[in-house]
């Protein structure tokens, strides 16, 4: 029985093989403390689950329109609308089960063979896994430690070219928590300006920034062929409902609502009524959630620079640490998978978010204090024993 030949060409998320691996490891009676994984050790907000619960009893337990409920697509529009200051119509609002979705049939919507797709790298793996199944050619867009973990607005100028069918921005980012501000924003939309291509601004840790204020490259004059990405997993730590949204251009609604029609048919609509309720509701749980990120962020980011071999920048949002370890002398991947066996630590290596993040690890602080420095004291033992 054979597979269809370009199924080599679709990429994974190397975090849920990690965490198979912890996993395992655990079953055998070891300890294990869990920085692979991307989502919020926080439980969804109560409002949001009895928003939820509410809906199923009520009977919101069948099929619905495939572009996403009247409902969340006027939150969704209103949300975006006020962050980004844009005026977001309701009707460019597709909903999907997750961000995810609009990440891959996002690109499988625009670009093909002869294409190409510009993609920040390091990055969110999904990008390179969609543009290579599309068939484009993916080019990678260096993320640099130097620039504080962005780019100069010249780096993205000289990779487009007249075959550049799509540019994805990630602000904040995965895996290195780095932010776009408005003055490079600016500069990149001016460029942009003068070429025909889409733009995919994932925005999904958009409410989990620590300094400074979330800006997009949508609301400099480009939401018309910008496909503006936002989600409920991250902020509002939803990830197991699968649920997301985005402000498309006015001529990707039909094409991606026939992609949602030949895929998921639609999203449950019980959890699209729990997530107009954690758009719409209270937003105390969440305030105390990025006040706690924010303390684990330093006592993470301190303990890091504290080991040998290791420094690390301080990322400006998400909820994750790269830090640089090519002084240790021991190379990414070798060292994730040391810290796993020997220091009971789970943690990727920079290079499984693409070529450019050679020399680091990606750490998530979404964990508990408490575990954060015992996975440090576990670290430190393990570099102290590498370093005599
Ligand atoms: C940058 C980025 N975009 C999108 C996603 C996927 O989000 P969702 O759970 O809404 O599909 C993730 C999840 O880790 C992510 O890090």
């Given amino acids: 029985m054979r597979l269809a030949g370009h199924y080599e060409r679709l990429g994974t998320e190397r975090a849920f093989e990690v965490l198979a691996r912890a996993k395992a490891l655990e079953a055998q009676g070891r300890n294990v403390i869990h920085l692979e994984i991307g989502e919020p050790d926080f439980d969804t907000p109560p409002h949001v689950v009895e928003a939820g619960a509410r809906a199923l009893r009520e009977g919101h337990t069948h099929y619905c329109p495939a572009p996403g409920l009247p409902e969340l697509r006027e939150a969704a529009a209103e949300h975006l609308s006020r962050t980004r200051r844009l005026t977001v119509d309701p009707a460019r609002v597709l909903v999907a089960p997750g961000a995810k979705w609009f990440l891959f049939f996002g690109v499988l919507a625009v670009a093909g063979e002869g294409d190409e797709v510009i993609y920040p790298n390091p990055g969110y793996p999904i990008y390179e896994s969609a543009i290579n199944w599309s068939g484009a050619t993916a080019v990678p867009l260096p993320i640099t430690e130097e620039t504080g973990f962005a780019f100069t607005a010249a780096d993205l100028a000289e990779r487009l070219t007249p075959r550049t069918r799509m540019v994805i921005l990630n602000s904040p980012a ?34 989990l920034l620590y300094e400074g204020v979330h800006d997009s490259i949508a609301s400099h004059g480009l939401l018309d062929r910008t496909i503006l990405l936002d989600g409920f997993s991250k ?54 959630m990025v006040a706690e990120f924010v303390r684990r962020r330093q006592v993470l980011v301190d303990g890091l620079n504290r080991l040998p071999g290791v420094s690390c920048v301080m990322p400006r949002g998400a909820f994750y640490a790269f830090p640089n370890v090519t002084a240790t002398g021991i190379d990414e991947r070798t060292l994730a998978t040391r810290m796993l066996d020997e220091a009971g630590v789970a943690v990727l290596a920079g290079t499984d978010f693409g070529a450019h993040g050679a020399g680091h690890i990606r750490l998530s602080y979404a964990n508990s204090l408490e575990n954060l420095q015992e996975a440090l004291d576990q670290m430190s033992g393990l570099l102290e024993a590498v370093a005599v």
């Fill in 174 to 207: 995965n895996p290195t928590g780095g932010a776009l501000d408005r003055e490079l924003n600016a500069e990149i939309a001016e460029i942009l300006a003068g070429h025909d291509c889409w733009i995919l601004t994932d925005e999904v840790y958009s409410e």
């Fill in 235 to 288: 902020t509002y730590a939803m990830t197991g409902w699968r649920l997301g949204y985005a402000a498309v251009p006015p001529d990707l609604i039909e094409p991606l609502s026939r992609f949602l029609i030949n895929s998921v048919a639609c999203t449950a609509p019980a959890v699209q009524l729990a997530g107009v309720a954690a758009l719409t509701g209270p937003h105390d749980a969440i305030d105390a």
